[in-house]
């Protein structure tokens, strides 16, 4: 199983972005999956999952702001972020939990900044 996280970048403040995470060797539409963060100086975070059933959850911080969704005729999971703030700068990182275990992408940088 891989996973490969795209779409970061240099955005502004009050501005979008879409993260993009592409999995192999396995399929994602029955399985949990996650996106954390980690930002400069800080432990990784959890802040959004689906459940295959399409139970979405978010971490406050980010609740209203993010949205998790899967297309799974293209085994990519995404993150729809906006309004984003100075302080959602951090490497993002996808994961995706099967047979036991997480597997992760290898994290995108996004930074927020005027």
């Known amino acids: 199983v891989q996973l490969q996280a795209s779409g970061g970048g240099l955005a502004q403040p009050g501005g979008s972005q879409r993260l993009s995470c592409l999995a192999s060797?396995?399929?994602?539409?029955?399985?949990?999956v996650m996106w954390y963060r980690q930002a400069p100086g800080k432990q990784r975070e959890w802040i959004a999952k689906?459940?295959?059933?399409?139970?979405?959850d978010y971490t406050d911080a980010v609740k209203g702001r993010f949205a998790i969704s899967r297309a799974n005729a293209r085994n990519t999971v995404y993150l729809q972020m906006n309004s984003l703030k100075v302080e959602d700068t951090a490497v993002y990182f996808c994961?995706?939990?099967?047979?036991?275990?997480?597997?992760w992408g290898q994290g995108t940088q996004v930074t927020v900044s005027s």
């Open positions: 689906r459940q295959s059933n399409g139970f979405t």
């Open positions: 060797g396995t399929n994602i539409d029955d399985k949990p």
């Open positions: 994961s995706l939990y099967y047979r036991g275990r997480d597997y």
